[in-house]
């Protein structure tokens, strides 16, 4: 039993995961709470069985909560699956909560990055923020409890929850990057008349959208034929950019906005470098990656996962977050020597090479699980 948040995460992340489980002879089904037919479609392709469940994706809910984890009980008590694997945070927590009171012998978590919670503003916490993050601790603590095993994708954050003795150093293991296909991202020819810059992500306030526009109008003001891409779509969580930012934005010229959009590799072909400013506790990030699957050279934040993905001066550039004065310098590098763009791109696709492939990402995985 798979248990996810977001139907699309199930074949655009764990596609070469649940093909592995088949080809292994687990039957697998597949939870998650917004399916439609097509994406149906696409995890019964995998050779897994689509299955609806009920989950609200983003805050704390208790009443809501209470009953969806009641269902999901049920849900598995019904199905008496040997095996649950959750990841994402509610079906970590929630998703660990029932299949502990559901029985279920062996249980798996896959923590990909600590997330919106243990992400602070400039300001520090808010109130409210404060009294999340202790919930959330609180229920990782019960959801966490008896998990065969916890996989991290960095260090920081196995650290971060032995710190907090969420998890005890026998129950964890950092297995890096979950990949991506390499074959899938080819290398795409270098772009550098004019330089375009991209950010295709989440859109959420702690993944540096608004420093990553403000750092465009300081280049833009210098270099007014260097272009910014923004790609994505507001979200569900409440740390969400608003639609208005976004249409301002674009009608000021300062970035070229579009849309979630299936596949990103056209846009990420027509881009010269990509850019992650975020202050977001990542796991290892999966536009990092594919990014530099394609030999696209990275410009992020000294965070954790983010440092995991990025050798600074060969790859990519590393930022201190939240400086969009530093984010601009970076671009700029880039803008007046674009030989780097070759350079550092041909070394990104090496460096994916050696760490990004998911079926070596796959593998770790399915030796951590034994």
């Known amino acids: 039993?798979?248990?996810?948040?977001?139907?699309?995460?199930?074949?655009?992340?764990?596609?070469?995961?649940?093909?592995?489980?088949?080809?292994?002879?687990?039957?697998?089904?597949?939870?998650?709470?917004?399916?439609?037919?097509?994406?149906?479609?696409r995890v019964a392709s995998l050779g897994a069985e689509p299955l609806d469940y009920s989950l609200g994706r983003a805050g704390?809910?208790?009443?809501?909560?209470?009953?969806?984890?009641?269902?999901?009980?049920?849900?598995?008590?019904?199905?008496?699956p040997a095996c649950s694997f959750a990841y994402f945070v509610k079906p970590v927590i929630y998703g660990g909560i029932a299949a502990r009171l559901a029985g279920i012998p062996r249980r798996y978590a896959m923590v990909?990055?600590?997330?919106?919670?243990?992400?602070?503003?400039?300001?520090?916490?808010?109130?409210?923020?404060?009294?999340l993050r202790w919930a959330v601790v609180a229920l990782y603590r019960l959801g966490l409890a008896g998990v065969r095993k916890v996989l991290f994708l960095n260090r920081d954050d196995e650290e971060m929850?032995?710190?907090?003795?969420?998890?005890?150093?026998?129950?964890?293991?950092?297995?890096?990057?979950?990949?991506?296909?390499?074959?899938?991202?080819?290398?795409?020819?270098?772009?550098?008349?004019?330089?375009?810059?991209?950010?295709?992500?989440?859109?959420?306030?702690?993944?540096?959208?608004?420093?990553?526009?403000?750092?465009?109008?300081?280049?833009?003001?210098?270099?007014?034929?260097?272009?910014?891409?923004?790609l994505g779509s507001p979200d569900q969580n409440p740390g969400s950019?608003?639609?208005?930012?976004?249409?301002?934005?674009?009608?000021?010229?300062?970035?070229?906005?579009?849309?979630?959009?299936?596949?990103?590799r056209?846009?990420?072909?027509?881009?010269?470098?990509?850019?992650?400013?975020?202050?977001?506790?990542?796991?290892?990030?999966r536009g990092i990656q594919e990014a530099?699957?394609?030999?696209?050279?990275v410009i992020t934040t000294d965070m954790p996962g983010c440092r995991d993905a990025v050798v600074d001066g060969e790859t990519g550039l590393l930022v201190p977050p939240r400086d969009s004065r530093a984010l601009a310098d970076c671009m700029l590098r880039f803008v007046d020597a674009p030989g780097l763009v070759c350079r550092m791109g041909q070394a990104a696709r090496k460096f994916a090479e050696q760490a990004f492939d998911v079926h070596a990402a796959n593998d770790r995985i399915l030796r951590a699980m034994r």
């Open 112 to 131: 990909e990055g600590a997330g919106y919670v243990f992400s602070d503003p400039p300001q520090g916490p808010a109130l409210r923020r404060r009294f």
């Open 161 to 230: 929850f032995r710190m907090l003795r969420l998890v005890s150093p026998d129950q964890t293991e950092c297995v890096g990057a979950i990949g991506v296909d390499l074959d899938h991202f080819a290398p795409a020819s270098s772009v550098v008349e004019p330089l375009v810059f991209i950010l295709a992500a989440r859109l959420l306030v702690e993944k540096g959208v608004r420093e990553y526009v403000e750092a465009a109008r300081l280049v833009r003001r210098l270099r007014p034929e260097v272009r910014f891409i923004l």
């Open 292 to 297: 530099m699957a394609m030999g696209r050279p």
């Open 241 to 264: 950019v608003s639609h208005s930012e976004l249409l301002e934005w674009s009608s000021e010229g300062v970035v070229e906005w579009q849309a979630h959009v299936d596949d990103v």
């Open 1 to 41: 039993m798979v248990i996810s948040s977001q139907a699309l995460s199930l074949w655009n992340f764990r596609g070469p995961l649940i093909r592995a489980w088949v080809a292994a002879g687990w039957r697998v089904v597949a939870l998650a709470p917004d399916y439609d037919d097509a994406g149906r479609a």
């Open 266 to 285: 056209p846009w990420l072909a027509r881009a010269s470098v990509y850019v992650l400013p975020t202050w977001y506790r990542e796991g290892v990030p």
């Open 60 to 80: 704390l809910h208790p009443l809501r909560d209470v009953l969806d984890i009641a269902r999901l009980v049920g849900l598995l008590l019904r199905l008496r």
